[in-house]
Protein backbone atom coordinates (compact mmCIF):
# COMPACT_ATOMS: atom_id res chain seq x y z
CA UNK A 1 0.00 0.00 0.00
CA UNK A 2 1.24 3.40 -0.40
CA UNK A 3 0.49 6.58 0.37
CA UNK A 4 1.64 9.89 -0.29
CA UNK A 5 1.48 12.84 2.43
CA UNK A 6 2.54 16.28 3.16
CA UNK A 7 4.70 17.11 5.94
CA UNK A 8 5.29 20.38 7.77
CA UNK A 9 8.80 20.55 9.97
CA UNK A 10 9.30 23.16 12.45
CA UNK A 11 12.03 25.47 12.84
CA UNK A 12 14.02 23.17 15.29
CA UNK A 13 13.55 19.91 13.27
CA UNK A 14 14.62 21.17 9.92
CA UNK A 15 18.46 20.15 10.50
CA UNK A 16 17.40 16.41 12.12
CA UNK A 17 17.47 13.12 10.08
CA UNK A 18 13.54 12.60 10.94
CA UNK A 19 12.54 10.84 8.02
CA UNK A 20 15.67 8.55 7.97
CA UNK A 21 14.97 7.88 11.68
CA UNK A 22 11.26 6.97 10.90
CA UNK A 23 12.10 4.37 8.69
CA UNK A 24 14.94 2.80 10.95
CA UNK A 25 11.77 2.54 13.71
CA UNK A 26 9.32 1.66 11.48
CA UNK A 27 9.58 -0.38 8.79
CA UNK A 28 8.36 1.60 5.60
CA UNK A 29 10.06 2.24 2.17
CA UNK A 30 10.02 6.38 1.94
CA UNK A 31 10.27 8.46 -1.24
CA UNK A 32 10.91 12.03 -0.88
CA UNK A 33 8.81 13.25 -4.21
CA UNK A 34 9.54 17.19 -3.54
CA UNK A 35 10.88 19.00 -0.82
CA UNK A 36 11.23 22.85 -0.19
CA UNK A 37 13.25 24.22 3.35
CA UNK A 38 13.79 27.52 4.47
CA UNK A 39 15.99 28.52 7.43
CA UNK A 40 11.99 28.96 9.31
CA UNK A 41 10.43 25.78 8.23
CA UNK A 42 10.40 22.24 6.22
CA UNK A 43 8.13 21.41 3.58
CA UNK A 44 8.24 17.67 1.83
CA UNK A 45 5.96 15.44 0.14
CA UNK A 46 5.92 12.27 0.82
CA UNK A 47 5.15 8.89 -0.53
CA UNK A 48 4.84 5.96 2.08
CA UNK A 49 5.06 1.91 1.02
CA UNK A 50 4.24 -0.31 3.91
CA UNK A 51 1.20 -2.44 5.10
CA UNK A 52 -1.56 -0.37 6.80
CA UNK A 53 -0.41 -0.57 10.42
CA UNK A 54 3.09 0.53 9.39
CA UNK A 55 1.80 3.43 7.87
CA UNK A 56 -0.31 4.14 10.81
CA UNK A 57 2.62 3.93 12.81
CA UNK A 58 4.93 6.16 10.68
CA UNK A 59 2.38 9.02 10.74
CA UNK A 60 2.28 8.32 14.33
CA UNK A 61 5.95 8.44 14.83
CA UNK A 62 6.24 11.31 12.84
CA UNK A 63 3.86 13.55 14.79
CA UNK A 64 4.89 12.50 18.14
CA UNK A 65 8.38 14.44 16.69
CA UNK A 66 6.94 17.90 16.21
CA UNK A 67 5.48 17.15 12.34
CA UNK A 68 2.35 18.38 10.80
CA UNK A 69 1.19 14.99 8.84
CA UNK A 70 -1.55 15.16 6.61
CA UNK A 71 -2.79 13.24 3.52
CA UNK A 72 -1.57 14.69 -0.07
CA UNK A 73 -4.98 15.94 -1.58
CA UNK A 74 -3.85 17.14 -5.16
CA UNK A 75 -1.33 15.34 -7.65
CA UNK A 76 0.19 18.66 -8.87
CA UNK A 77 4.18 17.06 -8.21
CA UNK A 78 3.01 14.28 -10.48
CA UNK A 79 4.31 15.29 -13.86
Known amino acids: MKQKLDLIFPQGLIKEPVIYDMSRKVPVVFNIRRAKVT????EIVL?????????????????????????????????
Request: charged share 30%; net charge negative.
Open 47 to 79: ELEGSEPELANAKKWLQARGVKVEPVTHDTFES
Open 39 to 42: DTVG
